[in-house]
């Protein structure tokens, strides 16, 4: 069964750190290129970071630059979104996004920075 499943996020302070996992299955994890994307209430979904198949690139949004890190492991069919510094406008719902021949999309995960 072709699936990502994002996990991680929760409620936290401004100023707190939390890490996004997305697990991905039932298809080639190491062809496709990752993102994470999010989407606050009343808003378009947005890019948030992304990186190539095999890690050698990334790119952010500019709002998330010198905060959030985005990797991956291929070995363990997972990437990541490393978030620090959180601001209530970091809060939105997190979706990862595999993008090759086919696009797939996680579920989601929420993510609330308040205090």
């Known amino acids: 069964q072709v699936q990502l499943v994002e996990s991680g996020g929760g409620l936290v302070q401004p100023g707190g750190s939390l890490r996004l996992s997305c697990a991905a299955s039932?298809?080639?994890?190491?062809?496709?290129?990752m993102s994470w994307y999010r989407q606050a209430p009343g808003k378009e979904r947005e890019l948030v970071a992304s990186?190539?198949?095999?890690?050698?690139?990334?790119n952010y949004a500019d709002s998330v630059k010198g905060r959030f890190t985005i990797s991956r492991d291929n070995a363990k069919n997972t990437v990541y979104l490393q978030m620090t510094s959180l601001k209530p406008d970091d809060t939105a719902v997190y979706y990862c996004?595999?993008?090759?021949?086919?696009?797939?999309w996680g579920q989601g995960t929420q993510v609330i920075v308040s205090s």
């Open positions: 996004k595999a993008n090759y021949w086919r696009v797939i």
């Open positions: 039932g298809f080639t994890f190491s062809s496709y290129v």
């Open positions: 990186i190539t198949s095999v890690g050698s690139n990334t």
